[in-house]
């Protein structure tokens, strides 16, 4: 039907997922997309069977992604972007979550998105080409917001084995990007996307502060346009170099710059300090 790139995308039924698909078919791009919930992702998009593959995939099961990937080489003819958006946030304190309520969150953001890799890799590699978006947060950059801590955990780690995989995937011609997004106006902060802590401690003042205010107060309000989000990476996918870094809105690109800012005067307060811990030469 088209020359264009076969893109696969999880977590495609609601939020950015949904709009990047809906952006891409509207483009001309043939797409697979994924999601828990196949009703809620087919009632939400309709397209030609040739350009459109909707596909049911639970991420902590190898062998349902490994299908996935299977089917859209099969059905669609190939596999040249693969975008892992699929995942929720999860607030609390550090000490209020549980051993099990932290590690489902690490489970679906990380241990999902590597079984959609280990998968995805290998028809990439083979064929010399493709696109990689792996969708972290600009929590994932910057981990200073109270009771965000495992979000901010499993974000940190999206970002980390992406830079890897890029160095690894360079030498195929395979390229890599973490996306870093800002406030977008999606649904991610509603109480379907967004885990809070079974057992809440009331010490934890500014952490039940960061909560009131991401669910009454920036849930609905969010500055970013998630039609424009859809815009730049479909750009991006098409740059010949794109790049390993993609910070998402404005609010983003300003919480990365007081990041940097804060890292370099840590640097510089200490570097006589900390750089003196090398062997002493001999004479």
């Known amino acids: 039907m088209t020359t264009k790139k076969i893109w696969f995308v999880t977590g495609a039924s609601k939020g950015l997922g949904l709009t990047l698909v809906q952006q891409l078919l509207a483009a001309g791009y043939a797409v697979a997309a994924t999601s828990r919930n196949l009703a809620e992702l087919t009632q939400a998009v309709s397209a030609a069977p040739d350009q459109f593959l909707p596909l049911h995939m639970d991420l902590s099961n190898e062998a349902s992604v490994q299908q996935a990937i299977q089917a859209t080489i099969s059905a669609l003819g190939g596999l040249d972007v693969v975008v892992n958006n699929a995942g929720y946030g999860q607030l609390g304190g550090l000490e209020e979550l549980t051993d099990q309520e932290a590690r489902q969150n690490f489970e679906v953001n990380v241990f999902g998105l590597l079984n959609v890799l280990r998968h995805a890799t ?159 030469v001999e004479a």
């Open 122 to 280: 290998p028809h990439l590699r083979q064929q010399g080409s493709g696109r990689v978006f792996n969708i972290s947060s600009v929590g994932g950059y910057s981990g200073n917001f109270p009771g965000w801590g495992i979000y901010c955990g499993t974000k940190f780690a999206v970002a980390g084995l992406t830079e890897s995989y890029a160095a690894e995937m360079k030498e195929f011609g395979v390229h890599a990007t973490v996306v870093y997004p800002g406030y977008f106006r999606t649904d991610f902060l509603t109480s379907g996307s967004l885990g809070t802590p079974k057992n809440p401690i009331a010490a934890y003042q500014a952490v039940r502060d960061s909560q009131a205010a991401h669910e009454q107060q920036i849930n609905g309000n969010q500055p970013g346009d998630p039609v424009k989000a859809a815009g730049v990476l479909i750009q991006v996918s098409e740059a010949e170099n794109p790049p390993v870094h993609l910070f998402l809105g404005e609010d983003a690109n300003q919480m990365a710059a007081q990041k940097i800012a804060t890292v370099q005067h840590d640097v510089q307060q200490w570097q006589a300090v900390t750089s003196a811990t090398n062997f002493a």
